[in-house]
Structure formats: structure tokens, C-alpha cells
């Protein structure tokens, strides 16, 4: 059934956003524009949350999906990292608008091996490199800008496995710490790009209920900056 513009302006604004870290680091900011969540996703098993705001509520999806659900409208606004933006607007180019850099959940996108493996001696040979990861996007436009070729192999997680068992040479993942590289005898090479997450805003809701966003974005600008 479609919804009269009255019902529209009626209806709560939806954020879309991960639990875990991205969750996480979300509360301090609705904090500062005065909303709480009452609910945690980690006990919760339920999926939308209602916030102290009757006029916002929570989706919760996984973080790769945050930019679909936004994209399509079913979502006002999300909250995605760099690298899972990279990745979906290779696939859905324009679309999304992103206002502000929140500055959480920060960590960078880096090239590792396997401790021992001689990766400019490879680059500088020219040979072809075997490069597992869940960042093809930004592992192609990498390895492009350098001139080096790659034979890029798609995983969905737990990529430092890939050098250990012979499946590549290396690998393009997310460090913060480095204790998952460390536990697993890989070592950074090379540094891709930092990496933050971001707000992200539907380019129609953005049009249609601009004065309702208006002063979640300000608020969140001024918490995050
Ligand atoms: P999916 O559930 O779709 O597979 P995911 O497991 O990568 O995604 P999270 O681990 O919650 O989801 O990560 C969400 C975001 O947090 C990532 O997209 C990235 O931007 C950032 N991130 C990932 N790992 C770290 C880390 N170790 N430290 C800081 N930020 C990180
Ligand atoms: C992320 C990423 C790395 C790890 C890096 O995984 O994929 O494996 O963090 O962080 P570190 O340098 O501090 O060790 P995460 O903890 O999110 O687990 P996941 O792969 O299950 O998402």
C-alpha cells in the first residue's frame, strides 16, 4: 500500500547501522544529540529498536548491507565504514550521499604476508601476485595504480588464513592493532588507506524530510568532529 507524503512525514526516520564495534561507537554520538537506546542488540534478538526519540528508530543489519538498505530507501540514514562503501558503490555507483566522517570505528586497509615472504622482491620482479580479500574494489585499484599485476581471490573473512595454507599470496584486510596479523605470522607491507566510517544519507529522504534530518546530521558533525 502506498503511503500518502502525509504518512511519509508521520513515520519515525530509520538508522541503519552494525552491531559490534559500529553499534558501539554510534551510542556516544545519539548521546550527544540527546537519544538513548534502550535496547542492546547483543541480548536483543530483535531487529529494529526503538530510541528514546520517537521520531528515530534502529535497524540492525550486517555492516555490508548498511549502504543497500540505505540506497533503496527503506533506510534514511546509515552508518558504514570506508571500505564497505568502496566495495558497494563499485557495484551501485551515486546514489548515496555521505555528509560526515563520524571518525569511528578507525582502522586501515593494508597489504600483508606471510612473515619471511619477500614482497618487494616479487613487485619488483614483476611476478604475478596471488592476493586473497573482501576488499576487491579497493585491492584492484591498488594494485592498478602501482602497475603491479594480482590475481585477486575473493573471501568473505578470516583472510590471514589464505597465506598460512597456500591459497595466496598475500592478502588486503583491515588492521587496527595488528594482534590478528601478529597471531598469525603475517606482516604489514604496505599501507592501502585509512579507514573511518561514515554517515550515510538516502538521496530522497535527503529532499523529502531534509527538516527532520537536519539536526541529527548537525548533531552528529559536532559530536564527531
Ligand atoms: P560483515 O558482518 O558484513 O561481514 P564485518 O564483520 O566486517 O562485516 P564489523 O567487524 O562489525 O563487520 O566491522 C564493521 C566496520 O568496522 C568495518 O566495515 C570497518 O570499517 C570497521 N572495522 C573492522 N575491523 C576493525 C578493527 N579491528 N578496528 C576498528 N575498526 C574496524
Ligand atoms: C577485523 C579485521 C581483522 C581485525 C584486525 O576483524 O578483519 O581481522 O579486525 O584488527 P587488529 O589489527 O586489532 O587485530 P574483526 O575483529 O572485526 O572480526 P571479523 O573478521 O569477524 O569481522
Not at 536483543?44 to 530510541?51: D, E, V, W, Y
Not at 527503506?74 to 563499485?90: R, T
Not at 585477486?152 to 588492521?175: C, F, N, R
Not at 573511518?196 to 548533531?219: C, E, M, W
Given at each position: 500500500?502506498?503511503?500518502?507524503?502525509?504518512?511519509?512525514?508521520?513515520?519515525?526516520?530509520?538508522?541503519?547501522?552494525?552491531?559490534?564495534?559500529i553499534?558501539?561507537e554510534t551510542l556516544p554520538l545519539l548521546a550527544a544529540a540527546?537519544?538513548?537506546?534502550?535496547?542492546?542488540?547483543?541480548?536483543?534478538?530483535?531487529?529494529?529498536?526503538?530510541?528514546?526519540?520517537?521520531?528515530?528508530?534502529?535497524?540492525?543489519?550486517?555492516?555490508?548491507?548498511?549502504?543497500?538498505?540505505?540506497?533503496?530507501?527503506?533506510?534514511?540514514?546509515?552508518i558504514?565504514?570506508?571500505?564497505?562503501?568502496?566495495?558497494?558503490?563499485?557495484?551501485?555507483?551515486?546514489?548515496?550521499?555521505q555528509p560526515i566522517d563520524l571518525n569511528i570505528a578507525k582502522?586501515?586497509?593494508?597489504?600483508?604476508?606471510?612473515?619471511?615472504?619477500?614482497?618487494?622482491?616479487?613487485?619488483?620482479?614483476?611476478?604475478?601476485?596471488?592476493?586473497?580479500?573482501?576488499?576487491?574494489?579497493?585491492?584492484?585499484?591498488?594494485?592498478?595504480?602501482?602497475?603491479?599485476?594480482?590475481?585477486?581471490?575473493?573471501?568473505?573473512?578470516?583472510?590471514?588464513?589464505?597465506?598460512?595454507?597456500?591459497?595466496?599470496?598475500?592478502?588486503?584486510?583491515?588492521?587496527?592493532?595488528?594482534?590478528?596479523?601478529?597471531?598469525?605470522?603475517?606482516?604489514?607491507?604496505?599501507?592501502?588507506?585509512?579507514?573511518s566510517s561514515r554517515l550515510?544519507?538516502?538521496?530522497?529522504?535527503?529532499?523529502?524530510?531534509?527538516?527532520?534530518?537536519?539536526?541529527l546530521l548537525d548533531a552528529f558533525a559536532r559530536a564527531s568532529a
Amino acid at each position: 500500500m502506498t503511503q500518502t507524503p502525509e504518512q511519509a512525514a508521520q513515520k519515525p526516520l530509520t538508522l541503519a547501522l552494525s552491531k559490534g564495534r559500529i553499534f558501539e561507537e554510534t551510542l556516544p554520538l545519539l548521546a550527544a544529540a540527546g537519544i538513548e537506546v534502550p535496547e542492546n542488540p547483543e541480548q536483543s534478538r530483535k531487529l529494529i529498536l526503538p530510541t528514546t526519540d520517537p521520531g528515530l528508530r534502529l535497524i540492525i543489519v550486517r555492516a555490508s548491507d548498511v549502504p543497500t538498505y540505505v540506497q533503496y530507501g527503506a533506510a534514511d540514514l546509515g552508518i558504514a565504514g570506508k571500505d564497505v562503501l568502496i566495495e558497494h558503490s563499485a557495484e551501485h555507483p551515486g546514489g548515496l550521499y555521505q555528509p560526515i566522517d563520524l571518525n569511528i570505528a578507525k582502522c586501515r586497509l593494508a597489504v600483508a604476508v606471510r612473515e619471511g615472504f619477500d614482497y618487494r622482491a616479487a613487485v619488483h620482479q614483476g611476478a604475478r601476485l596471488r592476493v586473497a580479500t573482501k576488499y576487491v574494489q579497493a585491492a584492484r585499484e591498488h594494485f592498478a595504480a602501482k602497475g603491479v599485476h594480482v590475481d585477486l581471490i575473493k573471501l568473505y573473512g578470516s583472510m590471514e588464513l589464505a597465506p598460512l595454507v597456500g591459497l595466496a599470496d598475500a592478502i588486503v584486510d583491515l588492521v587496527s592493532t595488528g594482534n590478528t596479523l601478529r597471531a598469525n605470522n603475517l606482516v604489514a607491507v604496505e599501507d592501502i588507506m585509512p579507514i573511518s566510517s561514515r554517515l550515510i544519507v538516502n538521496q530522497a529522504a535527503l529532499k523529502t524530510r531534509g527538516a527532520r534530518l537536519q539536526p541529527l546530521l548537525d548533531a552528529f558533525a559536532r559530536a564527531s568532529a
